[in-house]
């Protein structure tokens, strides 16, 4: 069971991005689908998820407005699309995944997550 992140990079102040990231080895077309960052020195945090039928999705104070999480379950993938990025966006994004047929509300907890990706850096540049 594999998650791949990618899309991360190196991009001035007000550019955009979209980080995408696939799953194999399961379907995750069940699952709750959540992006969380890391920067050097703090926790990993919640970003943004969404539910998996894409009709719930919760983000962080930090990135709403700005960011728009989207799934496509015949891809097994979801994307990040990520808009008017700031310096203080710069971190590590990591994917992950949870089983969740409920289609509630995606849980901000990292710990409730079963499968994780390998990450991708995203730096904004001031």
């Known amino acids: 069971v594999q998650l791949q992140a990618s899309g991360g990079g190196l991009v001035q102040a007000g550019d955009s991005l979209r980080l995408s990231c696939t799953g194999s080895?399961?379907?995750?077309?069940?699952?709750?689908m959540g992006w969380f960052r890391q920067a050097p020195g703090n926790e990993r945090e919640f970003v943004a998820g969404?539910?998996?039928?894409?009709?719930?999705?919760y983000y962080a104070d930090s990135v709403k407005g700005r960011f728009t999480i989207s799934r496509d379950n015949a891809k097994s993938t979801v994307y990040l699309q990520m808009g008017s990025l700031k310096p203080e966006d710069t971190a590590v994004y990591y994917c992950?995944?949870?089983?969740?047929?409920?289609?509630?509300?995606?849980?901000?907890?990292?710990?409730?997550?079963?499968?994780w990706g390998q990450g991708t850096q995203v730096t904004v540049s001031s």
């Open positions: 992950a995944a949870r089983y969740d047929p409920s289609s509630g509300s995606p849980t901000t907890v990292p710990t409730m997550y079963n499968y």
């Open positions: 080895g399961r379907t995750f077309s069940r699952d709750t």
């Open positions: 969404i539910s998996w039928t894409g009709g719930a999705t």
